[in-house]
């Protein structure tokens, strides 16, 4: 079990050796990438839905034009009519005229080549009809995120995200909008899960969204709904699930389904082809609970109605990046700031973190090891294929974690694998696969091997027969250690101690049509990116979002990321080191010495976004 304040074993400057080690490989081979990697999100004006004219001081009137962040996409591809891809993100653009995030909503009719970009209906400043008649404008909310989607097989489009406020009365609820007429049309959106005013009270995040295509399934239709519901700041948080039987007009009262776990997130839903459901979720590594590193799942046989109770499908060795601010109480105030201030997620450390970030920067996010980096957590992502036979009722897994005898003592105070007693560690990062078929679930097994680079944020999604998956990938850094975080040099550091940055992360690919036994990987991104700029924070330290997301119908597949490499370097002359995590920004200083805000925040320094590829396998 990971602790705080723990030793940092130090071994010297000289970059390790990537180690690939750990449970059996799978086979590896060339993919097909169909199209050139585009961005989903465009630097053109949005449109609003339904055909709505934007009235004057309409924050919509910014996005596309402001160039402002996007990231933890989502992506579904409409099963009858496979040109039609919609995808959504946590949309910044907003921030200028209606001061919050909100939900970016994007289609394509093109298979994804070409895109038009829009919002969910009801953030600040929209006086459309549907604006005014959502119940997020109606309850004052004026941030909303964390988008998923997925589709039925009837032309509508169910898009699932959490909604909240940045000061009190927080409210902190997770909505289900539902998009007819291939997601040409907004229909409506409802609440199933609502918070407490407080800002420490019921807040509800983390969604997840899946609906029943089963081939011969007896609830076709079904609309299945879980996120985390945490409750104060004790880590007493769960995973709650409701259901919706009439094509997400009204949903059922939400369920706890996480028993006997206190310390739980990343719910992740699969659909069987005969309608049996599963959900999946990280169990963290808990004192208080007595827990360990687990994925855990529950199993409903009767249409969402009643749940197994959870059951383990492996333990694992997370791969959750930590360090140690240099000034712990000046770091969590800035992290505040940040949130309130609608420029970055609330940030705080887990039981999970060796040390108390979970990100770092500069400033006052400058973290004791001198790296600049963005923050990840060991994730599960589950599927099944709704076209197969009814002899087959395999659940698919992946998640990213710790390979095995990879470990290190850490050089810094960066760790990303468990300690050794005291002594502080690293390790390669790596996508793991394990089936769910008669027999139980298999050995879990590295999904696409590399003798170099850490694999994080996974996805997969199964159809027809194919499996594809979906990764971010640092094995073109050129310099990877598993002692370094992706895009940090830290043999070659600056006067101030800080590493220098890299062009080092790429999003890959892979399909499979045995099963997952053999894969054929490609890497989608057309151009490395540097994954941490400081973008967040007034400045001063990275997000890059928490996923990336894959859909595809047979053996076509689209998938999304989030991407930083139209971003506009720049340096901040606030401080002095990092200079190469720098972005873009305009500030005076007066003649007390006391610096500006940036009064050029639409000028690329902040242009995050999110890219696409299709693949076929």
Known sequence: MRRHQLRVAMAGLASAAAVAVGPALLAASASTVTNTDVPVTVDQPYVKANGATPSAGDAITRCGQNRRQQNEPSVAIDPRQTSIVVAGSNDYCTVELAGGTWAGFYRSTTSGSTWTDSLLPGYPTDTSPDGLASPLQQRGITNAGDPVQAWDLHGRLFYMGNAFNRVKPQNGSVWVATYDQDAAHYVRTVIVGSGTPALAGRFNDKTSIEVDRGLHSPYEGNVYAAWSLFQGNHGNNSIQFTRSTDHGRTFSQMTKISTGSKDVQFADIAVTSNGTVYLAYRQFDNSRGHQDNEVAYVVSRDGGRTFSKPAVATTFESFDAADSAGDPTAAAKAHEQAYLGSDGPAAEAGEESVGDSRDCGSGPFACKSGF?????????????????????????????????????????????????????????????????????????RLLAPTSRGHQLFPDINADGGVLHAVWHDSRNDPAYSVQYPPGNNGAVRDAQGFATATHGLDTYAASSRDAGATWSVARLSGASQMPNYEMFGDRRVPFHGDYNYVSSVGGFAYNTWTDTRQVVSGDDPRYLGGESFDVHQCRTQSSTGAWSADTCPNAGGLDQDIFGAATTG
Do not use: C, M
């Open 372 to 444: 600049v980096f963005f923050r990840h957590d060991s994730q599960p992502r589950i599927t099944a294929d709704p076209k197969a036979p009814v002899s087959d009722q395999r659940v698919y897994l992946v998640y990213d974690a710790t390979v095995p005898g990879s470990e290190q003592p850490s050089q810094t105070t960066y760790n990303t694998a468990d300690p050794d007693g005291s002594t502080l560690r690293v390790g390669k990062g790596a996508i793991y696969l394990s089936v769910l078929g008669s027999a139980g679930w298999s050995t879990p």
